[in-house]
Nanobody, 122 residues
Framework: VQLQASGGGLVQAGGSLRLSCAASGSILTTHSMAWYRQAPGQERELVASVSSDGRTNYADSVKGRFTISRDNAQNTVYLQMNSLKPEDAAVYYC?????????????????WGQGTQVTVSS
């Protein structure tokens, strides 16, 4: 499984970005997918996840602002980020776990994309 993340960039506070994660195969119906982020000097943290049957989970810090979705036909997972804040700035990684229930821990995800940088100016 290969994951290719894209869509990062520089945006002003209050703006929006949409991240995409393209998977190399038809894994979305059998894998849980997630977006993590890591800021300099901080641990990688879960931002949002979606289980194989579509259940979603969000970090408290992004609830109501971010939306994770997936397009099974395109083998792509998205993260729509609205009302961005400077504290959202980080490298964002997509990840896949070969289980259906939407894991919450980094170690449960076997496959990782290369990361895409999100910068939010105040």
């Amino acid at each position: 499984v290969q994951l290719q993340a894209s869509g990062g960039g520089l945006v002003q506070a209050g703006g929006s970005l949409r991240l995409s994660c393209a998977a190399s195969g038809s894994i979305l119906t059998t894998h849980s997918m997630a977006w993590y982020r890591q800021a300099p000097g901080q641990e990688r943290e879960l931002v949002a996840s979606v289980s194989s049957d579509g259940r979603t989970n969000y970090a408290d810090s992004v609830k109501g602002r971010f939306t994770i979705s997936r397009d099974n036909a395109q083998n792509t997972v998205y993260l729509q980020m609205n009302s961005l804040k400077p504290e959202d700035a980080a490298v964002y990684y997509c990840a896949a776990a070969p289980v259906g229930w939407g894991p919450k821990h980094v170690y449960e995800y076997d496959y990782w994309g290369q990361g895409t940088q999100v910068t939010v100016s105040s």
